[in-house]
């Protein structure tokens, strides 16, 4: 576009573009110069070395097993971890509730529509922030303490201390019983699924319903002989606290909540505009075509519409890693969280941010790299 | 898209009112269940409605007034000028107050787009110095107001408006940059704005609270107000660059190889001609743009800024209320809606107005 422009002076352009690049190695030089200065008149250790040594402080809750004896490189690698679940947990959730969020502002329902679209507009307006902080006033004030547990369901206790919940007790041939049990659904459904019209005796759902049906007896009866090596093990009130099942955190609640709900907006969203940008024309050769509304969605719409939805999904599932750093402000230990820990307990904190921005910078540019490489696989299809 | 003698509506027979509408909620058996959903999700609401409205007290002689019963809106009434203003001066919070309607004015002139020019940027540059000399005081008898005592709204929406300002020349510059055919100038705009773009805000502004102080010489002392309006526009900078490239992407190319046949020098061609059309393009994204820095001033919380949600947060903790931190962060969710979703809508009235002209 601009090229005759510029290569029409061919020598200046790359003078001025070497003195670029000099000034920014200057100002690099510069800031570094600065540092070094800096550190050595505080008195600030530097180096990696402190990775090592044991960290010496607690982490509230954590997906890998963690003592304070730990290292501080171990610490870094618990907050990673965390980071790394709670984004995992938020996308899976936020995307099924954007996915029904964007098919109820799609449906031809006036009031189901509308009640979507408010949801869009208020959760998308308020920054995650203030989402976030106020669950957590929500999760700390509202909520009884636990001899006086509401009970929303049988097993299920909120508590001001959090969410009690009961656990999955797995024997170890259990969870390859479970895994198998989950296979079989899959090839049950995918039989009954695929059964030729022809010599089908019911309807799809029918069908469909005596293949759960099938699976779900089968399961049962597998799992009583095998000695019943999957089990729900209860919360159990016991003094002031609960014991056993599966607890989870105010911070935890808080922050898991306000992500999904927030992320849910943007994702619903996306999936809509992506839907929306099929041509209608698409519809209009489906129905003269004589296909079914559910067919032409299915084989037409969504396969064209996936397309158009996988870059901004992409960057959403990426500011959603980036999101979780706000788990700061109620206090759930994810990395940024970890990372102001240290640096309050080593005085280190140009290598524990380092650390932070490096690992925030890799899981960002190998996420767009995986999705580029998918998006032209998806984007491949079209001939 | 005309619809044709068919489906025209004045030779649609007009069915009911009360058949239509229970034709749209009980069509068919989908319609009916979708139906019962909503009708359970408003009912789901019926309780925080009552708790924020029926069981709320509006004004308590003193906060034991609200220890029972709903949402305690008068805690927001008591402590509107802390959460407002922050830790302001009280006597010369008329100074902070005058800084939010200046930036309303100025934000509702812009919005007028045949305002749209130079001119308006140099009204910009008056409005924002006389924003900050209202703010800081120290001259025309206004007294000196460190800015360690800024606070609340005027902090958040001046974080806001100097961030995308400041970013704007910059984000066009890498833009250009990167559109360019420069390989060394392409290259560094790249690195910066992917580097940027593959950051979380906060850990730009922990650089900012804790490792600026480091950078830069030991006399250097910039306050953290600098420092985080600092991080802030370069987290702009680099998506506001996106977005201008987007518009720059959509020129058609003829325009710049008329202005070269022209002989119009590279400059005049990127400010006359290339600029004005690829920013008109992008208009709707820019405003989106500036909606996602609206809200992410509210991040400055976590350096210890004291926005309007750190007032917020730390007027909710005055032990004499009972634990009003969900009313103060409605109230500020409430603020931060408004503002947001008024952008919203202009920029979906600007759509409306460009999509209006190109069928025309």
């Known amino acids: ?383 | 898209m005309q619809s044709t003698v068919m489906t025209s509506p004045h030779l649609r027979r007009k069915s009911p009112l009360v058949l239509r509408i229970a034709k749209a909620f009980f069509g068919d058996l989908l319609g009916a269940c979708l139906t019962l959903l909503s009708v359970g999700i408003l009912l789901a609401l019926v309780p925080a409605f009552k708790w924020a409205f029926i069981d709320a007290h509006w004004y308590v002689a003193t906060p034991q007034g609200c220890f029972s019963g709903g949402a305690c809106w008068a805690f927001i009434g008591s402590k509107l000028r802390l959460i407002l203003f922050g830790l302001y001066p009280p006597e010369e919070q008329w100074r902070a107050a005058l800084v939010v309607g200046v930036i309303l004015i100025m934000v509702l002139l812009t919005a007028w787009p045949r305002l749209w020019g130079a001119r308006l940027l140099a009204l910009w540059a008056v409005g924002i110095a006389l924003m900050l000399v209202l703010m800081a005081g120290g001259i025309a008898g206004l007294p000196p107001v460190p800015t360690s005592k800024w606070g609340g709204l005027p902090v958040t929406l001046l974080l806001a408006t100097l961030s995308l300002g400041m970013a704007f020349p910059f984000a066009v510059i890498l833009a250009l940059a990167r559109r360019g055919s420069l390989p060394i100038a392409r290259a560094i705009a790249i690195f910066l704005i992917e580097i940027v773009r593959g950051l979380p805000l906060v850990g730009l502004l922990f650089v900012a609270a804790i490792l600026l102080p480091l950078f830069l010489p030991a006399d250097w002392t910039i306050d953290k107000l600098g420092r985080t309006l600092a991080a802030l526009t370069i987290f702009a900078a680099a998506y506001l660059a996106e977005v201008v490239r987007g518009g720059l992407q959509g020129l058609p190319s003829g325009q710049i190889e008329a202005a070269q046949a022209l002989g119009i020098p590279y400059w005049k061609t990127v400010w006359h001609i290339v600029l004005p059309q690829a920013i008109q393009k992008v208009i709707p994204p820019l405003t989106n743009t500036a909606i996602v820095m609206v809200k992410n001033t509210s991040l400055v919380l976590i350096v210890g800024v004291f926005d309007m949600l750190s007032a917020a947060r730390s007027a909710a903790t005055d032990p004499a209320w009972p634990a009003p931190s969900k009313e103060a962060y409605l109230f500020v969710a409430a603020i931060y809606l408004v503002i947001c979703y008024g952008i919203s809508l202009y920029s979906r009235h600007l759509e409306a107005g460009i999509n209006a002209r190109n069928r025309s």
């Not at chain 1, 449906?107 to 989402?131: C, D, E, K």
């Not at chain 1, 309807?203 to 002989?225: D, E, Q, T, Y």
């Not at chain 1, 000695?227 to 808080?254: D, K, Y």
């Not at chain 1, 102001?340 to 890799?362: C, D, H, R």
């Open chain 1, 1 to 383: 576009m601009f090229d005759t422009l510029w290569y029409s002076r061919k020598l200046r352009v790359w003078v001025a573009q070497i003195a670029l690049m000099g000034s920014l190695a200057a100002l690099i030089w510069w800031i570094g110069g600065n540092t070094a200065q800096n550190l050595t008149e505080r008195g600030i250790r530097t180096g990696l070395d402190f990775l090592s040594r044991p960290a010496r402080f607690p982490i509230s809750e954590t997906i890998l097993h963690y003592s304070p004896e730990d290292s501080f490189l171990w610490a870094f690698i618990v907050g990673l971890a965390n980071t790394l679940w709670l984004s995992a947990l938020t996308i899976l959730l936020a995307t099924v509730l954007g996915l029904a969020l964007a098919l109820a502002r799609l449906s031809a329902h006036p009031m189901l529509s509308r009640l979507a679209a408010g949801y869009v507009t208020v959760f998308r307006n308020i920054p995650l922030i203030v989402q976030l902080l106020f669950f957590y006033g929500v999760a700390t004030s509202v909520f009884p303490p636990p001899r006086e547990a509401w009970t929303p369901l049988p097993g299920i206790y909120l508590t001001l201390r959090g969410a009690y919940a009961p656990d999955l007790f797995l024997s170890s041939s259990g969870s390859w019983l479970l895994a198998a049990i989950a296979l079989a659904l899959i090839l049950t459904l995918r039989i009954a699924w695929r059964w030729p019209t022809g010599k089908a005796l019911l309807p799809l759902p029918a069908r469909l319903c005596a293949a759960v049906a099938l699976w779900l007896g089968a399961s049962i009866a597998i799992w009583h002989l095998a000695g019943r090596p999957v089990r729900l093990e209860f919360p159990e009130l016991n003094g002031l606290n609960f014991r056993g099942g599966q607890h989870l955190s105010p911070e935890f609640c808080a922050i898991i909540l306000g992500l999904t709900l927030y992320t849910a907006a943007f994702v619903g969203e996306v999936i809509r505009g992506g839907v929306q940008a099929v041509s209608k024309g698409q519809w209009e050769g489906g129905r003269s075509l004589g296909l079914s509304e559910r067919q032409i969605m299915f084989r037409i719409i969504l396969p064209q519409a996936l397309r158009i939805i996988i870059p901004p999904m992409t960057s959403q599932y990426l500011s959603t890693v980036k999101n979780t750093t706000l788990a700061v402000a109620v206090g759930y230990p994810e990395l940024g969280l970890v990372v102001n820990t240290v640096i309050n307990q080593t005085g280190q904190a140009l290598e524990s941010i380092l650390i932070m921005l490096g690992v925030f910078l890799t899981i960002s540019l190998s996420v767009s790299a995986l999705m580029n490489w998918l998006n032209a696989r998806v984007a491949l299809v079209e001939r």
